[in-house]
Structure formats: structure tokens, C-alpha cells
């Protein structure tokens, strides 16, 4: 099976939606608990061994002064994505289950906006512009550039899966982050979705 037809298909049958904050909307409009911290280990084996080497080690966001190392995330226990502890607040994560960056498909990374410890790694991603660079480094030390097409500010409960996750034959990376106003708990209410295609 081919690694975007395999992408494809995790992310559909995924029973809640990627948020890369504390909890995630699945698409009856539902909240769902907040996403665990611990790694599962659920979408290692998702991605091919061959393609090890190849997977992203580093983001860097030049014009908004975003540089991090990258963690793997797969999926929790019941199905949601992970996200990256808030106590590594400023270490964003790229999840294993979409495609690896750089090859057809869409490459998603997630990085919080705030956790309790303040300021996390994508703060300031609201910041970006059309046109702007994104650069991935894997672990091999080969440096891919990504350039924004465009960004989205949705709501949790109407998170657009298939335009995020859905197949597509550019090699498409989307940084995703919280956006947006906070509810009665203090979880913002929506997303700030960047979406950018190799350059």
C-alpha cells in the first residue's frame, strides 16, 4: 500500500480530529478528554521502517522566529491524536500517521500556542504570512522548503478533516496550533490552520 493511500486512510478512520491543544472536537461536534501526554507508540508502525531516516528532526519558521526540534506523535488509546506534553510547551511534533514531509501527501506538524507554563513554540504562528518559507530538516541533515498557500482560523467543532488529511497529490505540510477565544475551562475554541506545499 502506498504511503499516501496508507495516510489517507488513518486519518479517516482517526474517531476524533487532530488539534495540537489540550482537547480535540470529533466530527459529531463532541469534545473529546483532553489527548493524554504519553506516547503510545500507536502510528510508529505506521510508517515504514525505510522511511526512518527520512523522518523530520527540526521546523523552522524564519520570518516569525519559530525554530524547533521535532517529536513523533501517533495516537492515543482512544484514537486521538497526540500532542506534545505541555511541559515540552516549546518542542513541536509531527505526526507519524500522515505523510513524511516532503513526499505526496499532507504532513502534519502540531505545536502548542500556550500551555501552563506560558508561551509555547507556536505562539506567534498567527503571524505568518502567504508566501512565507517553512523549512523541515530531516534526519538525515537534507533541508525541504515549504511556501504558505494560505492559512485558516476554524472553530474545534467544525474542523475541516478531509481538506487537512484528505488525499492530495502535492507534497502539502500543515502546521497546526489552538486559536482563537477561550471557553469556561480555559481551552481555546478554535484552530489556526497553516497550509503550505513544497517549494
Known amino acids: 500500500m502506498s504511503r499516501a493511500r496508507l495516510a489517507t486512510l488513518t486519518a479517516l478512520t482517526l474517531v ?28 510508529q508502525s505506521e510508517r515504514p521502517a ?40 516549546m518542542t513541536a511534533g509531527w505526526y507519524t500517521g500522515g505523510a513524511v514531509p ?8 502540531i505545536g502548542h500556542n500556550d500551555t501552563r507554563f506560558g508561551e509555547a513554540v507556536f505562539h506567534d504562528l498567527k503571524k505568518i504570512k502567504e508566501g512565507a518559507d517553512i523549512t523541515v ?9 515549504f511556501t ?6 476554524v472553530a474545534k467543532n467544525a474542523f475541516p478533516t478531509q481538506k487537512v488529511y484528505g488525499p492530495t497529490q502535492e507534497r502539502a505540510l500543515r502546521l497546526i ?12 475554541v478554535d484552530n489556526l490552520i497553516v497550509y503550505a506545499t513544497a517549494s
Open 16 to 43: 476524533t480530529l487532530l488539534t495540537g491543544c489540550s482537547s480535540a472536537p470529533d466530527p459529531t461536534g463532541r469534545v473529546a478528554p483532553t489527548a493524554p501526554a504519553a506516547a503510545s507508540g500507536t502510528a
Open 177 to 188: 496550533t489552538c486559536d482563537g477565544d477561550f471557553d469556561a475551562e480555559g481551552h481555546p
Open 137 to 145: 530538516t530531516d534526519k538525515t541533515g537534507k533541508t525541504l522548503h
Open 50 to 89: 525505510a522511511d526512518a531516516a527520512a523522518a523530520p528532526a527540526e521546523v523552522a519558521v524564519p520570518s516569525v522566529g519559530i525554530t524547533s526540534s521535532l517529536m513523533e506523535l501517533g495516537l492515543n488509546t482512544d484514537r486521538t491524536v497526540q500532542v506534545p506534553p505541555a511541559e515540552e510547551g
Open 148 to 153: 504558505v498557500t494560505a492559512t485558516e482560523s
Open 102 to 109: 516532503g513526499d505526496i501527501g499532507a504532513a502534519v506538524i
